[in-house]
């Protein structure tokens, strides 16, 4: 389809710049409806705005949007959009240093020019989320997170298809309450209608089933708030033998060692708290001596006594 209005098809040009790295003249001119000498044109028209078109030499030839000595403005869909506020509020909310200030202002920029329509989307996360601070990044949906922190926001049931730990698929029926982020992992807390209690679900084990089901009322949480909740219930999955380790090491680095039931919390740039548990003391001393990361605990003793246990094995291993 043509664009014929000149700024529209600029900045749609623009855009397609932006989505990859090469792209030959023809195949722009025919995604914009337009021959290749308005291409050409039009490319001309950036360079003089400043950005930093340059040719790309072949038989077809093409166009490259090289860095420049400012950045251009982004242009983002919708999924883009809240993919990057989703992301900024989480660095601004996490303890990395550094930049917690910039993800604020940039935030603060990209939500004064959203379209309205993603405002509500926006606002229901940032009040219906609730971060823990430490770990690795989380693999979640966007548009799932979205449509919880909406749920939760406007007191609407909702249905969805869950797989359990050991790969059950089962049909829940839930009151949703807060989605909350351990770095590592999101979590909904909610209330099970099926169960007839509060539950906690691991988000990216979940796919809603839309539209969302009818309204309810609120309901109080018990003793403790919903970041109290998800850690205990996480710690549940740990194992008998759990203890809290000191490692000498970024939380960031930690966070990729170590299995996604265990939680790491961030204390400052060269330490962090490790929450971690195992079946038996043996098999908690061998995941903690294979972080291959300096650490220190202190209890329970069946710990203590199952590392003098590796520490004497391994030197044994290898002394003459």
Not at 56 to 66: C, F, H, K, N
Not at 97 to 110: V, W
Not at 249 to 254: F, H, I, L, Q
Request: net charge neutral; with cysteine.
């Amino acid at each position: 389809m043509s664009t014929k209005d000149p700024a529209a098809r600029l900045l749609r040009l623009l855009s397609l710049l932006q989505s990859r790295t090469d792209w030959p003249g023809p195949e722009l001119a025919d995604r914009l409806g337009v021959s290749t000498r308005t291409i050409r044109s039009d490319v001309e028209r950036l360079r003089a705005l400043g950005y930093p078109v340059s040719a790309v030499s072949g038989t077809a030839g093409g166009y490259r949007l090289g860095p420049g000595a400012r950045l251009p403005p982004l242009l983002l869909d919708d999924e883009e959009a809240v993919a990057v506020a989703v992301g900024l509020r989480t660095a601004a909310g996490q303890a990395v240093g550094g930049i917690e200030e910039a993800s604020l202002r940039a935030l603060a920029k990209l939500e004064q020019v959203l379209p309205a329509r993603l405002r509500p989307r926006l606002a229901a996360l940032a009040a219906y989320t609730v971060p823990v601070p430490g770990g690795a990044r989380a693999d979640v949906d966007a548009d799932v997170l979205a449509t919880l922190a909406a749920a939760c926001r406007d007191r609407r049931r909702v249905r969805f298809d869950y797989r359990d730990h050991d790969g059950n698929m089962s049909v829940r029926d839930a009151e949703p309450y807060r989605l909350v982020s351990t770095g590592r992992r999101w979590y909904l807390v909610a209330w099970d209608v099926g169960r007839d209690d509060w539950r906690t679900f691991r988000i990216d084990r979940l796919t809603p089933r839309v539209p969302l089901g009818p309204a309810f009322s609120g309901r109080e949480m018990p003793p403790g708030d919903a970041i109290d909740f998800v850690t205990k219930g996480v710690a549940s999955t740990l194992g008998p033998c759990r203890t809290v380790a000191t490692v000498h090491a970024p939380a960031a680095v930690v966070g990729e060692r170590v299995p996604p039931v265990a939680r790491v919390e961030h204390l400052d740039d060269e330490r962090c708290l490790l929450h971690i548990g195992a079946g038996t003391p043996l098999t908690l001393a061998v995941y903690l001596a294979a972080l291959d990361l300096p650490f220190t605990v202190t209890e329970p003793p069946e710990l203590l006594d199952a590392l003098r246990q590796v520490a004497t094995t391994c030197t044994a291993a290898f002394t003459k």
